[in-house]
């Protein structure tokens, strides 16, 4: 499609976002939840979490987990992060509100069924574990001959990319914020 796409116009412009939820390659990474899909479910209250929730990633997105696992009945919510959170304004308040701890620095071992092992040996017990590490753009659709660096696509000065024709801008090309 993407080819048929490029044939029709004299150039394209990749937009596509950053819709594709960042894994953590930890043991049992696949029995946590991504942030992005937690807060679509709850709002649809297709979700339950159970009266302990750790989240992985304590930015804002994070915060906003918390809140949600909070108004789902959590009772015990922790948030962790390799760093000094990087959450702030409405959102962070919003989970210091409900109660929610922050703890780092702290490194994720293993997800299981249980809590998150962290490599200090801790286990931080949870019924629901969340995954607020970022996103990334889905580039599948991509040729060969776009090149990309770190999951993202390679541009100049001017938002070309390896191909004349193509250019991309905004999370395809590095994450930012809207009002960036």
């Excluded at 959590?74 to 390799?82: F, P």
């Excluded at 490194?107 to 801790?122: N, Y």
């Excluded at 001959?145 to 770190?150: A, M, P, S, T, V």
Aim: net charge neutral; charged share 25%.
């Amino acid at each position: 499609d993407f080819q048929k796409i490029k044939t029709k116009h004299d150039f394209v412009v990749i937009a596509s976002g950053a819709q594709k939820a960042r894994t953590i390659p930890v043991h049992g990474h696949e029995l946590a939840v991504s942030a992005l899909e937690f807060l679509r479910k709850s709002k649809a209250n297709q979700i339950k979490v159970g009266r302990r929730v750790v989240i992985i990633g304590a930015g804002n997105v994070g915060c906003d987990a918390a809140s949600e696992a909070a108004r789902l009945g959590a009772q015990d919510i922790t948030l962790i992060d390799i760093q000094e959170p990087a959450s702030f304004g409405a959102e962070r308040k919003h989970a210091e509100k409900t109660g929610a701890r922050f703890l780092w620095p702290r490194f994720t071992k293993a997800i299981r069924k249980d809590g998150v092992e962290l490599t200090s040996g801790e286990l931080l017990p949870a019924d629901t574990v969340i995954t607020a590490v970022g996103d990334i753009p889905d580039l599948g659709f991509l040729p060969e001959d776009i090149k990309l660096e770190r999951g993202f696509i390679s541009v100049n000065g001017v938002f070309q990319t390896s191909d004349p024709q193509v250019f991309a801008v905004g999370d395809a090309v590095r994450l930012g914020l809207l009002t960036e």
